[in-house]
């Protein structure tokens, strides 16, 4: 015959009837996301004209999509305006000049901006651009804090009628610059 035992399970009793405390933390972390808002990248293609006969100016819109502070970065293929004929003769030039400024949106008003020579956004340039390329945690104009897909940031292209020294070569110039983004320290 076998017999059957139910154990009820009553309070626990601990020494000096008080309970025990115990504290268990819980810790999480969110890594920087960065890039650009969707439809937002810079994009586009500016015809200067004859640039030895009126200054330009051309804006290039993007919008940042970051959860954290942002850099922004430019690399420029061929440091200016450049001919696909480069000249051998004394005096005449093949590469023209002009200047890029950043201008970055952050929230609650924040911004940042510069400007430089486009032949500083080479990565040959003895003396680069703050906002050489290409972007990194470290490297390129910060703007913090967060920019999430707010309307307002651009780089912008820009030169007066070329001044010399030297005479531009008949021909079509063109150069082409690359902006990235990456989340920021």
């Not at 601990?14 to 933390?25: C, F, K, N």
């Not at 309307?151 to 990235?180: E, F």
Request: aromatic letters at 6%.
């Amino acid at each position: 015959m076998a017999h059957a035992q139910s154990t009820i399970a009553g309070p626990t009793a601990y020494v000096g009837g008080s309970p025990v405390s115990l504290t268990l933390p819980v810790t999480a972390s969110v890594g920087g996301r960065c890039g650009f808002a969707t439809g937002g990248a810079p994009s586009g293609a500016f015809d200067a004209g004859q640039i030895d006969q009126a200054g330009w100016s051309n804006q290039f819109p993007f919008v940042l999509n970051c959860n954290g502070a942002a850099r922004v970065a430019v690399v420029s293929t061929n440091g200016g305006l450049r001919s696909a004929v480069q000249p051998g003769e004394t005096g005449y030039v093949g590469i023209a000049p002009y200047t890029v400024s950043l201008n970055l949106v952050g929230a609650g008003g924040a911004n940042a901006s510069a400007q430089c020579s486009v032949a500083t956004l080479v990565a040959t340039a003895s003396s680069p651009c703050t906002f050489l390329g290409p972007a990194t945690q470290s490297r390129g104009l910060r703007i913090a804090p967060s920019s999430q897909n707010l309307a307002g940031a651009y780089l912008q292209v820009s030169a007066p009628a070329y001044p010399g020294p030297g005479v531009l070569v008949q021909g079509s110039y063109s150069d082409t610059l690359t902006v990235t983004v990456s989340a920021a320290l």
